[in-house]
C-alpha cells in the first residue's frame, strides 16, 4: 500500500512539470507577448518595453523558464495584478469556498446518484428506469449556467425561498476562524450563521451536482446490471444466501469500482469546474476570481490557479486508487 502511494506521488512530478511548460509556453504565446496581452490598449513602445524589462520577459526563454520554475519550487507564485496580493494568499483565501460548495454538490450527486442508479438497474425494464435513465439524460444535457440562472430565477426571485447570491448575508456578524462558514458557525455556536450560510450552498451546489449526478446514475445503472447476471451472484442465489447479503456484498459491493472512479472524477471536475456556478451565485470562491482573471489577463493567477487546482485533483486521483483496495480486497492481492 505504502509503496504503491509512493509511486503514485512520484508520477505526479512529470505531470506537473509538463504541466509547468505548457503554462509557461502558453503565457509567451499570446499575439503580440504577454506585455500586449497585459496592457491591452495602453501597449506603447515605451509600456511594453517597461513591462518585458519588469517581469524579466526580454530574457532568454529557457532562462525565463528556470527563473519561473524556481520561484514556483519555492512556494512563490507571483502577485495577483488585480489585488497586488500573493496569488498563493488569494487562492487559500477562495479555496475553503469552493471546497465546501464542491463538497456539498458531491455529497447531493454521490447520496441521491449511487441509490436511484441501483434502484433503475433493480426495475430493468420498467416505467420507472426508462424514466430514470431520460432524466439522468437531461441532467447531462443542460448547460450548468442555464441550470443555474433558471433555479435563481424560481427559487430566490420569484418564490424567495433562497438566497440569490453570495457564500452569507453580509448583515451577519459572522466569525470565520477556517473560512469554511458552515464549520465556523458549528465551530462558535452561532447557528444562525450556519444556517444562513447553508441556505445560500443549496441553489449553487444543487447546480452544480446535475451533471455529475446524471453521471453516477448512468454508471451505477450499467454496473449494477453487469454485476447482478453474473455467476456468483446466481450462484449465491441457488445456495440460499439472503436477499439483503446478495444486495449488499454480492452486487453493489462489486459494482462501486466503476463508480469510484467516476466519483473521483467527478470530484476534480467540480473543483475546476465552478466557474460558471460562481459566476452566476456570485460565490466567491476559485471560480469567480479565475473567471475576473480571464477578463483581467491576470496571468500570475491563472497559471497558480491552475497549478493549484492539477495538484488537487492529482491528490483525488490518488485517494480514489488507494480506495480500492477497500472495497475489492483483489486489488491488495494484485
Given at each position: 500500500?505504502?509503496?504503491?502511494?509512493?509511486k503514485?506521488?512520484?508520477?505526479?512530478?512529470?505531470?506537473?512539470?509538463?504541466?509547468?511548460?505548457?503554462?509557461?509556453?502558453?503565457?509567451?504565446?499570446?499575439?503580440?507577448?504577454?506585455?500586449?496581452?497585459?496592457?491591452?490598449?495602453?501597449?506603447?513602445?515605451?509600456?511594453?518595453?517597461?513591462?518585458?524589462?519588469?517581469?524579466?520577459?526580454?530574457?532568454?526563454?529557457?532562462?525565463?523558464?528556470?527563473?519561473?520554475?524556481?520561484?514556483?519550487?519555492?512556494?512563490d507564485f507571483?502577485?495577483?495584478?488585480?489585488?497586488?496580493?500573493?496569488?498563493?494568499?488569494e487562492?487559500?483565501?477562495?479555496?475553503?469556498?469552493?471546497?465546501?460548495?464542491?463538497?456539498?454538490?458531491?455529497?447531493?450527486?454521490?447520496?441521491?446518484?449511487?441509490?436511484?442508479?441501483?434502484?433503475?438497474?433493480?426495475?430493468?425494464?420498467?416505467?420507472?428506469?426508462?424514466?430514470?435513465?431520460?432524466?439522468?439524460?437531461?441532467?447531462?444535457?443542460?448547460?450548468?449556467?442555464?441550470?443555474?440562472?433558471?433555479?435563481?430565477?424560481?427559487?430566490?426571485?420569484?418564490?424567495?425561498?433562497?438566497?440569490?447570491?453570495?457564500?452569507q448575508?453580509?448583515?451577519?456578524?459572522?466569525?470565520?476562524?477556517?473560512?469554511?462558514?458552515?464549520?465556523?458557525g458549528?465551530?462558535?455556536?452561532?447557528?444562525?450563521?450556519a444556517?444562513?450560510?447553508?441556505?445560500?450552498?443549496?441553489?449553487?451546489?444543487?447546480?452544480?451536482?446535475?451533471?455529475?449526478l446524471?453521471?453516477i446514475?448512468r454508471?451505477?445503472?450499467?454496473?449494477?446490471?453487469?454485476?447482478?447476471?453474473?455467476?456468483?451472484?446466481?450462484?449465491?442465489?441457488?445456495?440460499?444466501?439472503?436477499?439483503?447479503?446478495?444486495?449488499?456484498?454480492?452486487?453493489?459491493?462489486?459494482?462501486?469500482?466503476?463508480?469510484v472512479?467516476?466519483?473521483?472524477?467527478?470530484?476534480?471536475?467540480?473543483?475546476?469546474?465552478?466557474?460558471?456556478?460562481?459566476?452566476?451565485?456570485?460565490?466567491?470562491?476559485?471560480?469567480?476570481?479565475?473567471?475576473?482573471?480571464?477578463?483581467?489577463?491576470d496571468f500570475?493567477?491563472?497559471?497558480?490557479?491552475?497549478?493549484?487546482?492539477?495538484?488537487?485533483?492529482?491528490?483525488?486521483?490518488?485517494?480514489?486508487d488507494?480506495?480500492?483496495?477497500?472495497?475489492?480486497?483483489?486489488?491488495?492481492?494484485?
Amino acid at each position: 500500500m505504502i509503496r504503491t502511494i509512493g509511486k503514485r506521488f512520484l508520477l505526479l512530478i512529470p505531470t506537473l512539470f509538463g504541466l509547468s511548460i505548457l503554462l509557461f509556453l502558453w503565457v509567451r504565446a499570446l499575439p503580440g507577448g504577454p506585455a500586449v496581452a497585459l496592457l491591452g490598449e495602453r501597449a506603447t513602445p515605451e509600456a511594453v518595453a517597461e513591462i518585458n524589462r519588469l517581469y524579466g520577459f526580454d530574457r532568454p526563454l529557457f532562462e525565463q523558464y528556470i527563473v519561473w520554475l524556481g520561484r514556483l519550487l519555492q512556494g512563490d507564485f507571483g502577485t495577483s495584478i488585480q489585488t497586488g496580493r500573493a496569488v498563493t494568499e488569494e487562492f487559500w483565501r477562495r479555496f475553503p469556498a469552493t471546497l465546501e460548495l464542491s463538497s456539498a454538490a458531491l455529497l447531493i450527486a454521490v447520496g441521491v446518484g449511487i441509490p436511484l442508479g441501483y434502484w433503475a438497474a433493480r426495475r430493468h425494464g420498467k416505467a420507472t428506469d426508462h424514466l430514470t435513465v431520460a432524466a439522468s439524460l437531461l441532467g447531462i444535457t443542460i448547460p450548468v449556467f442555464f441550470l443555474a440562472f433558471l433555479l435563481k430565477w424560481v427559487f430566490a426571485v420569484q418564490l424567495g425561498w433562497l438566497p440569490s447570491e453570495g457564500r452569507q448575508d453580509p448583515r451577519i456578524d459572522a466569525t470565520h476562524y477556517t473560512n469554511f462558514y458552515i464549520l465556523d458557525g458549528i465551530i462558535t455556536g452561532e447557528w444562525d450563521a450556519a444556517w444562513d450560510a447553508f441556505l445560500h450552498l443549496i441553489l449553487p451546489a444543487v447546480a452544480l451536482a446535475t451533471i455529475p449526478l446524471a453521471i453516477i446514475v448512468r454508471i451505477t445503472r450499467a454496473s449494477v446490471l453487469e454485476v447482478q447476471n453474473a455467476d456468483y451472484v446466481r450462484t449465491g442465489m441457488a445456495k440460499g444466501v439472503s436477499q439483503g447479503t446478495i444486495r449488499g456484498r454480492f452486487i453493489l459491493r462489486n459494482a462501486l469500482l466503476p463508480v469510484v472512479t467516476t466519483v473521483g472524477l467527478q470530484t476534480g471536475l467540480l473543483i475546476s469546474g465552478a466557474v460558471l456556478t460562481e459566476t452566476v451565485f456570485a460565490f466567491p470562491g476559485i471560480g469567480s476570481f479565475l473567471a475576473r482573471a480571464i477578463f483581467t489577463r491576470d496571468f500570475p493567477v491563472l497559471q497558480g490557479f491552475i497549478i493549484f487546482i492539477a495538484i488537487a485533483y492529482a491528490l483525488i486521483n490518488l485517494i480514489v486508487d488507494v480506495s480500492y483496495s477497500f472495497i475489492d480486497p483483489r486489488v491488495r492481492v494484485q
